[in-house]
């Protein structure tokens, strides 16, 4: 059996943390789990035993393993996840709100997402974007949908 690359080495203060976390309960389920694999880690059970006992993949005990021996107890917090690059500027966002405040077009009696998002297309803003992402920028509003001129699914 090749020799671990990051072996997870438990002070006594370390070990103390981490039984804390998880026989108090208050932390999530995620930093529980990551404390169970690394006491488990810390007593020297091999990844497949400890990806067993608390039903996670080898591949998540070795991660732990490597964030313990880079950032020690840091490797319990959560890592921020960037998300998606937004579609439109916030001006952009201003100018389809004005919008749908507006007429609508002839032969509509009003403004759906998915015509909005047509318009916003046509107006060269973006190349595309979906009527989901129209319903959020205005859900982001204060105006009353249910007018006559305004704004529905359909």
């Not at 389809?96 to 998002?117: C, E």
Request: aromatic share 4%; charged share 30%.
């Amino acid at each position: 059996m090749p020799k671990k690359k990051y072996c997870v080495n438990l002070s006594t203060d370390e070990r103390m943390m981490l039984e804390q976390c998880l026989q108090r309960g208050k932390a999530g389920t995620r930093v529980r789990t990551r404390a169970g694999i690394l006491l488990k880690a810390g007593d020297g059970l091999s990844d497949e035993k400890i990806a067993a006992a608390l039903a996670v993949g080898t591949a998540t005990v070795r991660r732990m393993r490597q964030r313990f021996v880079e950032e020690h107890l840091g490797a319990l917090d959560e890592h921020v996840r960037p998300g998606a690059q937004r579609k439109l500027t916030t001006k952009q966002e201003a100018h389809m709100i004005a919008i749908a405040r507006t007429s609508v077009p002839k032969g509509r009696t009003r403004w759906t997402l998915r015509l909005l998002a047509e318009k916003v297309v046509e107006m060269g803003f973006v190349n595309s974007i979906s009527h989901e992402t129209v319903r959020q920028v205005l859900k982001k509003t204060k105006s009353n949908r249910c007018r006559s001129n305004g704004v529905y699914r359909r």
